[in-house]
């Protein structure tokens, strides 16, 4: 579906003279790294729209996004299967997030908050077996994990005592959500080995 959609996009773009038809491949690639890098953002807000967490759903999808990217952690091999897993996580944080919101003062959250970062900073980031870090890259992502976690536990750490709990509580779950999709990786002992 989405080989397709970026298909037809390029091939409109041709059509459009907006670009060369010897760079179909190069703008078909893109398109389809584009659309789906932005899968995450549209299935989080879709369930934003349905739950009436739209909002929360932006909150939400910020740090996972941010982070994950440089972070790491669990991947499936098939695209349709991390589409419908992807969609059923999203749903569930979403439906968490709900639930958490009926609660005066999260206090619990932030302490599963702070563990989290604390996993990210002394994990991040963790290998995949479709990618794999030069040192180099494992050096970069690291301090740029780190720095994304730390930026999102004071976001967090501000909206919660400020009691912004709309923007608090998404920001934490994706934290943790987050922290939690490395841990297959930890356990299975594919986490990156330390680089000084």
């Not at 729209?49 to 740090?63: A, K, T, Y």
């Not at 695209?79 to 979403?94: E, I, R």
Request: glycine share 6%; net charge positive; charged share 10%.
């Amino acid at each position: 579906m989405i080989r397709f959609v970026s298909s037809a996009l390029t091939a409109w773009l041709v059509r459009e003279k907006a670009i060369l038809s010897e760079d179909t491949q190069l703008y078909a690639y893109a398109a389809y790294c584009l659309i789906w890098g932005l899968l995450p953002v549209i299935i989080s807000l879709l369930f934003g729209v349905l739950f009436g967490l739209v909002i929360e759903s932006l909150f939400l999808i910020l740090p996972f996004i941010l982070l994950r990217k440089f972070s790491g952690g669990f991947h499936l091999k098939s695209p349709a299967l991390c589409l419908v897993c992807s969609a059923t996580l999203l749903s569930g944080a979403l439906l968490a997030i709900e639930e958490l919101l009926t609660i005066p003062n999260p206090t619990l959250l932030t302490l599963y908050v702070l563990l989290a970062v604390l996993s990210l900073w002394f994990h991040s980031p963790v290998s995949s077996v479709e990618k794999r870090l030069s040192c180099k890259e494992i050096r970069a992502f690291r301090t740029i994990a780190r720095c994304i976690a730390l930026f999102c536990l004071t976001g967090y750490l501000l909206m919660a005592f400020t009691q912004q709990f709309t923007i608090a509580i998404p920001l934490g779950v994706g934290i943790i959500l987050t922290a939690l999709l490395q841990i297959p990786n930890i356990l299975s002992g594919k986490q990156t080995t330390n680089v000084s």
